[in-house]
């Protein structure tokens, strides 16, 4: 039987906190494991990935969806890129469903449900939005909203009933709950910490992010996301090859 | 939702048979309206809106559906933009039911969704990326190919978050309208896919069609 954290080679090299409604980016190299913990519960974590070397490779939520049958994203899963590629693996989740679907708030919604704050007022205290903080992480590196995609909502669950209207779950995540990343290749990561578009909380909900890396163990023969289905072991496929073509180099 | 239109074809200013596999790139008016004609049933027709004047702005699968409150597209959905606008109104639809997560096949996710063997077989991204270098007018790139719709496409959703690819509800003479309110540069590519029932294994024709 496995130790249930074997995909861990060691322990964190790397620990950081994002406070509530910001944003941040980093670049994972393959073969680290980032594991995102809602510190207080209730957090909402916006993400998007893409290719460093060729940024027109992105994540791909409908890929990721159809390859795997799925509508909600949960241990097992991979994140796939639009070029039948993994960018990373959950391997490890505390929660049980994240969404992929409802997308990212913008100023009006903010403004329409929590009100207004501007920064010439309540300074880092202001209500920052979820796609307005995706531009400004994505305009690091000269990408705009042409490159926005679909994103991930880590902690977030949005389920539908059986005429498919969509319900915001309160109390998916508590404090502590934690996702791991196992990254396949490499990958830039650019998130935010602002509330989930559907929820429907009173006051604007300021929930921190930490999050730590990992090296990743050698994946092993029964990996619960390569084995996951068929798809998955081709998804991995085409990651080797990808590496194998640019001579390991990537 | 099934809502029939009035409208007549012998009065439409436009009609265009798309072969399957094909693209079709269209700007339609404001106030105009397009039918989208399932000709022989079961034909998936993946399909992508832009603002004519601003093609960054442009058709936003999660921004409509979370704004409707439902996963699925029928009569009475409105078609919101990435900044929040709307873009077209669903006005009619004999079909009841259309998707927008399934998302459109391209060669790549044909390796992981089929074999590593069909890497070479003709897919919607490839027209699209055709569609875009033939059509330099419009000033677009890989960049601007996003999340979809597919018109006539049954993918149901299920409570314990599960996603299935059904066959079609849609059949010979089974169409979608959509006016306009805002012009709009249309995107179409009718849908090759030859290894799921998305088109009963077997592409066939739409007929696209516009009314002033």
Known sequence: ?250 | MIVASRLQPTDAVYREVIPAGDYWMHVVKKDQVLRILDLEGNQAADTLFYAAHDPGERYSAMDTIREQGNVYLSAGTKLLSNEGNVMLDIVADTCGRHDTLGGACATESNTVRYALDKKCMHACRDSWMLAVAENEQFGMSKRDITHNINFFMNVPVTSDGGLTFADGISDAGKYVELKAMMDVIVLISNCPQLNNPCNAYNPTPIEVLIWD
């Open chain 1, 1 to 250: 039987m496995h130790d249930e954290y074997s995909y861990l080679s060691g322990s964190a090299f790397f620990s950081d906190i994002i406070p509530g409604g910001a944003h941040w980016s980093l670049t994972i190299k393959r073969n680290h494991v980032l594991r995102l913990i809602d510190i207080e519960g209730g957090a909402n974590v916006g993400m998007l990935f893409y290719n460093p070397a060729n940024p027109l490779e992105r994540y791909n939520a409908p890929d990721t969806l159809k390859c795997q049958h799925t509508f909600k994203l949960t241990r097992g899963h991979c994140l796939y890129s639009d070029m039948g590629r993994i960018f990373c693996s959950i391997v490890r989740d505390s929660c049980g469903w994240h969404d992929t679907v409802g997308g990212t708030s913008n100023k009006a919604l903010v403004k329409k449900r929590w009100g207004e704050r501007n920064y010439q007022q309540y300074r880092n205290d202001w209500y920052l939005n979820g796609y307005d903080s995706f531009l400004v992480e994505l305009a690091k590196y000269g990408l705009g909203r042409k490159d926005m995609a679909a994103n991930i909502n880590w902690f977030s669950k949005i389920a539908t009933d059986d005429a498919g209207n969509l319900h915001f779950a309160t109390g998916n995540s508590n404090a502590g709950d934690h996702v791991d990343l196992r990254f396949e290749m490499d990958t830039l990561v650019i998130f935010n910490t602002c509330p989930h578009p559907m929820n429907a909380a009173t006051e604007y909900p300021k929930k921190p992010l930490r999050y730590e890396l990992f090296h990743a163990a050698a994946r092993a023969a029964d990996d619960c996301c390569e084995h996951a289905c068929h798809e998955n072991e081709r998804g991995f496929i085409n990651n080797a090859l990808y590496h194998q073509c640019n001579n390991g180099g990537l």
